[in-house]
Nanobody, 125 residues
Framework: QLQLVESGGGLVQPGGSLRLSCVAS????????VGWFRQAPGKAREGVSS?????????AYADSVKGRFTISRGNAKNTVFLQMNSLKPEDTAVYYC?????????????????WGRGTQVTVSS
């Protein structure tokens, strides 16, 4: 069955770092755009970052995370990472990865079809 699984979340102090992983099973991520989204309690889900097909190599970031987060593809064709540095309490959310056949500098949630179940990131002292 086609599936995405996120991992790497946890509790970190402000200024700390986490590396999230998105792993696909049943298919490869190499030919798809992969996006990271997050949803904080009581708030709507928002796009965080995306990366185009491996051949294209383009990336996009929300203004709130530019300079702090980096999206990348792993050596394995079914893996995408989100490196999160200089974390802030407002980064606290459930983080999801998802796939899309399209890529845009603006992360369009409607373009993403297959979603993981999310991993919790909590930034607190």
């Amino acid at each position: 069955q086609l599936q995405l699984v996120e991992s790497g979340g946890g509790l970190v102090q402000p200024g700390g770092s986490l590396r999230l992983s998105c792993v696909a099973s049943g298919f490869t991520l190499d030919y798809l755009t992969v996006g990271w989204f997050r949803q904080a309690p009581g708030k709507a889900r928002e796009g965080v970052s995306s990366i185009s097909s491996a051949r294209g190599g383009s990336t996009a970031y929300a203004d709130s995370v530019k300079g702090r987060f980096t999206i990348s593809r792993g050596n394995a064709k079914n893996t995408v990472f989100l490196q999160m540095n200089s974390l802030k309490p407002e980064d606290t959310a459930v983080y999801y990865c998802a796939t899309s056949p399209y890529f845009s500098d603006y992360i369009k949630e409607a373009d993403f079809g297959l979603w993981g179940r999310g991993t919790q990131v909590t930034v607190s002292s």
